[in-house]
């Protein structure tokens, strides 16, 4: 956890703020893009374990303990998120492509209405369930993680710790290997 904890408060660089400010870190890249921040959190330094449950936008329930045994890729968005725009293709490619590695992505979609939503999934082919979560209130379940700014990404491990996370959009060519890293490790 020391590489979590030892995140450094920095001025807000992605789409919005959701608690004024954001972490930023400078102990690994995940392939974010320019003006993000990312951090990776070594296997044996990985304590927390968030818990993350609600209802999809199509009405299902979700909960990623019942997603234990994979890597969960978490990404928190909204429709009206420039940079979750620009980042929603790479992250819907990311999701098909590692599938067969047993990788799971949950969305927890924030600050929207169900009809915009729903038709940001559909123009950028996004298929995995994202939580419906108006008021940000699925945050709470990631502790002192509690993303502050849109779009944040994390990825479980295995065991569901937190193993990275990145605040600001992702690149498809940058986060693969991260994942695909996560993937391969042994619980």
């Given at each position: 956890m020391t590489g979590l904890l030892a995140?450094?408060?920095g001025t807000l660089t992605a789409c919005g703020s959701l608690q004024g400010k954001q972490n930023s870190a400078g102990s690994g890249s995940l392939g974010a893009a320019r003006g993000s921040s990312s951090t990776?959190?070594?296997?044996?330094?990985?304590?927390?374990t968030p818990t993350l449950k609600g209802t999809t936008l199509s009405g299902e329930h979700a909960d990623i303990a019942t997603?234990?045994?994979?890597?969960?890729?978490?990404?928190?968005w909204g429709s009206w998120c420039a940079p979750c725009r620009k980042e929603a293709p790479e992250m819907a490619r990311l999701a098909k492509e590692t599938e067969a590695l047993g990788v799971?992505?949950?969305?927890?979609d924030i600050r929207d209405s169900?009809?915009?939503?729903?038709?940001?999934e559909r123009n950028y082919?996004?298929?995995?369930?994202?939580?419906?979560?108006?008021?940000?209130?699925?945050?709470?379940?990631?502790k002192q993680l509690a993303p502050r700014a849109v779009p944040s990404t994390y990825i479980l491990d295995k065991t569901g710790k937190v193993a990275a996370?990145?605040?600001g959009?992702?690149?498809y060519r940058g986060f693969l290997p991260i994942i695909k890293g996560i993937a391969a490790e042994t619980p």
């Open positions: 995140l450094a408060t990776y959190v070594k296997p044996g330094e990985r304590t927390l997603l234990r045994g994979h890597v969960v890729v978490i990404n928190v799971r992505f949950l969305g927890i169900k009809t915009a939503a729903k038709a940001f082919g996004i298929t995995y369930p994202s939580i419906y979560d108006p008021d940000s209130r699925t945050a709470i379940g990631f996370l990145s605040i959009p992702l690149t």
